[in-house]
């Protein structure tokens, strides 16, 4: 392979025409009969966990648009330069409304880069207002990306923002192999301005939180003994700190199905979520207590059936209709996808759940 062509500009699945930008053409490779063994459903059979219902709620994970200025090699929401979708103010404030009626505590903001929303600092005052805690995702370049963008540090740390952020690697060339040449220093330099700031210190108050995802085809290493050596390379390297780290499962879907699908590992991939089944990771999957909504206001039991199109069950499925006595007597859609959150030590939007 030529230099030109590893150097080529990763687009996202929906710029480049993809069957796999449609959600459905997903479903179906995922829920394909005899491909993978036991159906998800009949796993949950055997251990007395099915159907999955929910918790209270606890968490509304709000994605604010799938426009990034980084277009990631495994991303699974298919984020990047060219996704124009936005959360306008007007579905922001039916958000709203929902949580002071239903009374959420917390409100994790997610995209795309959730910062890019011109309406990203009013949704987070509003917030404010009702003293509920806000976490935002943020991919880290962002915060350095030019002038508008580097007030933003600043501005999160004013409203006790949670920072989680995503480094998959404390290596440079395992993060811009899978996140885009540059990316690694661009987010040393914004993990240095955080620091500075407080965040990630001890005692602050200011929790700084680092995301890991495997970069090919394998469940994450032991999370507690990643986290020891992450602390340890980006004290000593950069006099980086931060406060814990989460692994994460890559699930196959988006592009990081269409990097499977490309590496010839789709199946043995799914064989090995399948066989690492974990049912007490299925008691703590994070649907059950959490509600996640699109750029357009629909609901879903998760980010990931978002991104494969699978709203909540029943007829209110928009914001604008949200009951919370249905909300908390559905029950969860689930797939074949579902094994990415259930394998090992299971996987969640904050890291292992056992």
């Not at 509304?60 to 699974?76: A, F, K, S």
């Not at 006099?239 to 592009?255: D, M, Q, V, W």
């Not at 029943?314 to 914001?319: E, L, P, W």
Request: charged residues 25%; proline residues 4%; aromatic residues 8%.
């Amino acid at each position: 392979m030529s230099t030109t062509t590893k150097k080529k500009k990763l687009q996202s699945l929906q710029k480049r025409g993809s069957y796999l930008s449609q959600a459905q053409n997903q479903i179906n490779l995922l829920e394909k009969e005899k491909l993978h063994g036991t159906r998800f459903s009949e796993k949950l059979k055997e251990h007395g966990q099915f159907p999955l219902k929910p918790d209270p709620l606890e968490i509304m994970q709000v994605n604010v648009g799938y426009m990034c200025d980084l277009t990631c090699e495994h991303c699974h929401v298919d984020a990047g330069p060219d996704r124009k979708e936005i959360m306008t103010q007007e579905t922001m404030e039916l958000i709203l409304k929902a949580i002071d009626q239903v009374g959420v505590k917390t409100v994790d903001l997610t995209g795309g880069a959730p910062e890019m929303n011109p309406n990203f600092k009013w949704f987070v005052e509003e917030l404010s207002k009702r003293n509920v805690h806000v976490i935002v995702r943020s991919n880290l370049t962002i915060l350095v990306s030019n002038k508008n963008f580097r007030t933003y540090p600043e501005f999160m740390k004013e409203h006790g923002i949670e920072i989680i952020a995503s480094l998959p690697c404390y290596t440079q060339d395992n993060v811009d192999k899978q996140r885009g040449s540059g990316v690694f220093n661009r987010s040393i330099e914004a993990l240095r301005v955080l620091n500075e700031l407080g965040y990630g210190k001890e005692g602050s108050g200011l929790d700084l939180h680092l995301v890991f995802n495997p970069g090919g085809a394998s469940l994450p290493p032991d999370q507690k003994g990643l986290e020891n050596d992450y602390k340890i390379r980006l004290k000593e390297d950069w006099g980086i700190e931060f406060n814990n780290l989460y692994t994460i499962t890559n699930l196959p879907i988006s592009r990081y199905l269409d990097f499977l699908l490309a590496a010839d590992k789709y199946e043995s991939y799914m064989d090995t979520l399948v066989n690492a089944y974990n049912p007490v990771a299925a008691d703590n999957v994070m649907c059950k207590n959490t509600l996640s909504i699109d750029w357009e206001g629909y609901m879903y039991d998760c980010d990931f059936n978002q991104m494969l199109q699978l709203k909540v069950a029943g007829d209110r499925q928009h914001i604008k209709d949200f009951n919370h006595k249905e909300i908390l007597n559905r029950y969860i859609k689930i797939g074949q996808h579902c094994y990415g959150c259930t394998a090992g030590a299971g996987s969640s939007c904050q890291g292992t759940t056992v």
